[in-house]
């Protein structure tokens, strides 16, 4: 069974990996959605958070450890146009997020650091990952740092903090080594949901006293 979206040119940035692929994400993540919502099912696992909402789709679960079926097709499709939209209207604010990121790592001693909570911060880290190999970056040029450490990645080999500084990503790490360090050459994104954590919160207040752009 073969999906071959036809959509046309898509720019390359980076890399051939890094190409404006989202089509075939988005067919890749519907598929794997509705995969492992049926395993899960078959399995007798309801995926429901304390809210009631179902985990993977966000939808109400109709009736207490029951869902009637997995999420439809359109309904996650609709998902990804509205995050989509979201982001073309606040298309300013990310291009100054951007422009930002883009005069730090320009400076010989500038630094991108993401900090934040939960899967938001997540993605921060997997972004500064990706800077070493992709783009050449130095491994302290742009560092993620996460409410919860390596307790979050829930990881097999559990904290590895100790293994080096490229490994220290808790709110604490960033506090000892990073918060009296930072300076105007530095930028600072903050990577959050609605509200902040207590943790988060405290360290935003400490860094809005430092001379680092903030976003």
Known sequence: FVLNPVVGPEPITGSTRMKGGS??????????LQAIE??????????RSASGNDELSGEPVAKKGKRSSPPSTANAVSLYREASESVYRSSLQVAGVL???AQSIAQPDGHLYYLGSDSFALLGLVDASEMVDTFGAARDEVRGFVDGGWHICANN????????????????????DIVDTLSANDTVVLLSGDSLT???????NKIVKSPAALA
Do not use: P, Y
């Open 157 to 176: 080999q559990g904290d590895l903090s100790s293994a080096g500084k490229a490994f220290r990503m808790s709110l604490d790490h960033f506090n000892e």
């Open 99 to 101: 422009q930002s990121a």
């Open 198 to 204: 207590e943790s988060v919160s405290g360290m935003w």
């Open 38 to 47: 049926r395993a899960l099912q078959s399995c007798g696992i309801d995926i």
């Open 23 to 32: 089509a075939t994400k988005i067919l890749l993540e519907i598929v794997f």
